[in-house]
């Protein structure tokens, strides 16, 4: 599956093997807990609808709060059934915050979302243009971060230049950390400060124009904080071969970006329900 645009425009960082705890992912209890460093402060995503540990009965209350009673267009075997699919833009203070959370039900063997290359797979964001690197040791010990060997197999930092909605390139660097333990895997990203005036892989944005000969030339780079996300998938067990998938994720977008209009958060929904789409096909296909 391929998350909608910028959603996990950093969770190529994911490495080989998850943390057997969730408490261990500390990228996700940053981001449920004190937050995101939005540039002049923190944000804090909600934690997850789907607790782990729950009794059939307490998993079937679940999920009616979050698809209410209409229970069976959400969890029908089909690549269209229904998803839910929110965005909301918060300000304050002079910021402005872009949130989008989805839900959906998808049929597929958890063992294949554990697996490392299909896991990237779906993580993947759908770029128009750009690309995208893990970075090695050798280029984080020059910044200061060491990543234990405890760590290594699940924990990495990728950097990502990327042009959205052809208005805005980005340049973003970001720290990367996926868990799994019981009947739940959670990956989660999110930018890291460290970055925001690295000369090689800074995190900043620009805006972008066409010029004569109808191409997109970037304008001059400002400094940005702003982005973090984490995704929950869980095996239900009142639901035969079943997996809830939620997302979380916000993003600073400043008015300069695309002027206040609501350009974002209108595309949002439309590429969400595409994605989705793929997502249970491919999931479908892959646990066969």
Known sequence: MTIPTTILIV????????????EQNTVYQQLIGKGTDVGDGFMALPSPSMPDGLSVTQEQAKLKEIFGDNLDSFTRQSVVADHIMRTDLVESGGKRVRTADFWCIAYGKLSVVKDKDFLNQLLMPGQDSGDA????????????????????DYVGYGHVNYDLLKKVRLSLTGVGRWSSVGQSVVTA?????????DREFPNQWSPLKLNEAGGLVAGTPQPYMGAGVYMKITQLSSVSGALLIESHMLINEPFEWFQGNNLLGSKLPLIVKDQVKTMRTELGKASR
């Open 189 to 197: 990203a999110m930018l890291d400060r460290k970055f925001l005036e």
């Open 133 to 152: 690197k893990g970075l090695s040791a050798e280029q984080l010990a020059p910044r200061g971060i060491k990543i234990g060997p405890s760590e290594q």
């Open 11 to 22: 969770a190529m960082t994911i490495a080989a093997e998850p943390a057997q705890s969730h």
